[in-house]
């Protein structure tokens, strides 16, 4: 007779590499975006290669795309701003946010930069705790706003609060 109902379980190790963003890449990015955000991506991927910003992809060994991200120069003084942070819905809560993270961190210490910011959504909570723990501090909150498209292709302006927090890179 069949035994029902047993379940097998095993652990595995991944190795991940976060590399520059390619214009390769965008195909297999498009979960990621929406139509009008990854139209955006050519102009995004010249201002990476002009060094204002970066655009980060992390990667499984067989080179599946599994979060993006980006560091932006050209906001703050003496700060890369980590931004459009994503890993992919259903691989999220393994670690892959933190190791972005980290790498994004690496690139702005890089850059001799002392300083990290992060902006999250106010409705972002489980985010805010993430960059929280690793030892972002929130310093204050701002407005923010940009374009939305809905499924039927109608594009508004969503209007949000973010909190800001920072972290310092020398310590
Ligand atoms: C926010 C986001 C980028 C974080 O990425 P992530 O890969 O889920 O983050 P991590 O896995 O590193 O950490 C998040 C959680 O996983 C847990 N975790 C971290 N490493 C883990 C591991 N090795 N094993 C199990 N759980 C782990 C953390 O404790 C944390 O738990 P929490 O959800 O209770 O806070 C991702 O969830 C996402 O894309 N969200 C939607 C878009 C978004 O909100 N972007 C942020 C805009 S500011």
């Not at 990476?48 to 050209?74: E, F, I, Q, W």
């Not at 499924?151 to 972290?167: A, M, N, S």
Request: aromatic share 6%; charged share 30%.
């Amino acid at each position: 007779m069949k035994v029902m109902g047993t379940t097998h379980t095993g652990v595995v190790e991944l190795h991940l590499t976060v590399r520059d963003m390619e214009e390769a890449d965008l195909p297999d990015l498009a979960c990621f975006y929406s139509r009008l955000g990854l139209e955006k991506m050519p102009a995004e991927l010249e201002r990476a290669r002009r060094g204002v910003v970066d655009h980060l992809v992390v990667c499984t060994p067989s080179g599946l795309l599994v979060a993006k991200g980006g560091v932006n120069y050209d906001e703050k003084p003496e700060a890369g701003v980590i931004w459009t942070l994503s890993v992919r819905a259903e691989l999220r809560s393994l670690g892959i946010g933190t190791v972005l993270i980290g790498a994004a961190e690496d690139r702005i210490r890089a850059r001799g930069l002392p300083r990290a910011e992060i902006g999250v959504e106010e409705n972002n909570p489980r985010a805010l705790a993430l960059y929280e723990r690793l030892g972002y501090v929130a310093y204050g909150s701002e407005p923010a706003s940009w374009d939305d498209e809905a499924e039927d292709g109608t594009v508004q302006l969503y209007e949000t609060t973010c909190t800001l927090l920072r972290k310092d890179l020398r310590s």
